[in-house]
T-cell receptor, first 116, second 114 residues
Framework: ETGVTQTPRHLVMGMTNKKSLKCEQH?????MYWYKQSAKKPLELMFV???????ENNSVPSRFSPECPNSSHLFLHLHTLQPEDSALYLC???????????????FGPGTRLLVL | AQTVTQSQPEMSVQEAETVTLSCTYD???????LFWYKQPPSRQMILVIR??????QNATENRFSVNFQKAAKSFSLKISDSQLGDAAMYFC???????????FGEGTQLTVNP
């Protein structure tokens, strides 16, 4: 059982749909992350939130819109996606600090997204 | 910018034997963290082992240990007494202590043969 949960686990959507991915962490962390994992490619960092403030946007297209209402919850709002956006989307959390123990990122199980 | 390279797309090992997965990295920072994660078929990314760059002693976690060669920027993972449950994709990752960016390698798919 992980301290980071993600819903839904699987999602199929059309290019004109709007959907949202949800991530919740139960570890008391204050930093949360979205990653994209495509086939045959390394994990790509998309967004970073520290204390609910976005600190990094890794040149992600505007059809992906993150939201972090509090330190425990992170959303990824999706609209007008393309088939090439089909991937596994992973959420992670960590505690901002100065030690390896604190800064280790823990991952959720991911949402497998298919865009038709 | 950091880069992480895993030169072995696939590896296999017999159950109960030992296997070593290779990883090299590049960073301009003097202090950073290194990680190995495993991703089984469930796709859950699980932390295996971690190391702080300024520590000379190699990290160990039960059957998992690392060979950290800072000068060579090498961080290999050794799995002893391999078990069927060790079969997974293994990712090496590097994180500079000055930021949150975790850079992953492309992964090594490990097969454990009974």
């Amino acid at each position: 059982e992980t301290g980071v949960t993600q819903t839904p686990r699987h999602l199929v959507m059309g290019m004109t749909n709007k959907k949202s991915l949800k991530c919740e962490q139960h570890l008391g962390h204050n930093a949360m992350y979205w990653y994209k994992q495509s086939a045959k490619k390394p994990l790509e960092l998309m967004f970073v939130y520290n204390f609910k403030e976005q600190t990094e946007n890794n040149s992600v297209p505007s059809r992906f819109s993150p939201e972090c209402p509090n330190s425990s919850h992170l959303f990824l709002h999706l609209h007008t996606l393309q088939p090439e956006d089909s991937a596994l989307y992973l959420c992670a959390s960590s505690q901002e600090g100065t030690s390896l123990l604190e800064e280790t990122q823990y991952f959720g199980p991911g949402t497998r997204l298919l865009v038709l | 910018a950091q880069t992480v390279t895993q030169s072995q797309p696939e590896m296999s090992v017999q159950e109960a034997e030992t296997v070593t997965l290779s990883c090299t990295y590049d960073t301009s920072e003097s202090d950073y963290y290194l990680f190995w994660y495993k991703q089984p078929p469930s796709r859950q990314m699980i932390l295996v082992i971690r190391q702080e760059a300024y520590k000379q002693q190699n990290a160990t976690e039960n059957r998992f240990s690392v060979n950290f060669q800072k000068a060579a920027k090498s961080f290999s993972l050794k799995i002893s007494d391999s078990q069927l449950g060790d079969a997974a994709m293994y990712f090496c990752a590097c994180q500079e202590t000055s930021g949150s960016r975790l850079t992953f390698g492309e992964g090594t798919q490990l097969t454990v043969n009974p």
